[in-house]
C-alpha cells in the first residue's frame, strides 16, 4: 500500500474506488475488512483535503462597469 499523502487526488480516487469495490466483493475477511475500511476513511480525507485546497485557489473573475474582465480576486467561502 503505498503512502497516501503522497498521492494525487486522481490516485487517491482510484485507490478508494478499488477498495469500496474490495469491500462491496465479499470476498474479504473482517480483519481485511476493517483494514480496507481505515484506509478507505483515509484516502476520503485525503482527498477532501485536496479538493479544499483546490477550490483555495480557484479565483473569481472580477468584471468592470463595461462588463469586461478587470481582474481577479480569490473565491471567499469555500
Same mark, same amino acid.
Given at each position: 500500500?503505498?503512502?497516501?499523502?503522497?498521492?494525487?487526488? $486522481? #490516485?487517491?480516487?482510484?485507490?478508494? $474506488?478499488?477498495? +469500496?469495490?474490495? %469491500? /462491496?466483493? *465479499? !470476498? +474479504?475477511? @473482517?480483519? !481485511?475488512? =476493517?483494514? %480496507?475500511? #481505515?484506509?478507505?476513511?483515509? @484516502?476520503?480525507?485525503?482527498? $477532501?483535503? &485536496?479538493?479544499?485546497?483546490? /477550490? /483555495? &485557489? +480557484? #479565483?473569481? =473573475?472580477? %468584471? *468592470? /462597469?463595461? *462588463? !469586461?474582465?478587470?481582474?481577479?480576486?480569490?473565491? $471567499?467561502? @469555500?
Amino acid at each position: 500500500m503505498s503512502d497516501i499523502s503522497a498521492m494525487s487526488f $486522481e #490516485e487517491a480516487m482510484a485507490a478508494l $474506488e478499488k477498495v +469500496v469495490k474490495d %469491500l /462491496e466483493s *465479499g !470476498q +474479504v475477511s @473482517l480483519d !481485511q475488512s =476493517i483494514t %480496507l475500511y #481505515e484506509r478507505g476513511a483515509a @484516502l476520503k480525507a485525503h482527498c $477532501e483535503a &485536496r479538493l479544499k485546497a483546490a /477550490e /483555495e &485557489r +480557484v #479565483e473569481k =473573475i472580477t %468584471l *468592470g /462597469e463595461d *462588463g !469586461q474582465p478587470a481582474g481577479s480576486t480569490p473565491v $471567499e467561502g @469555500l
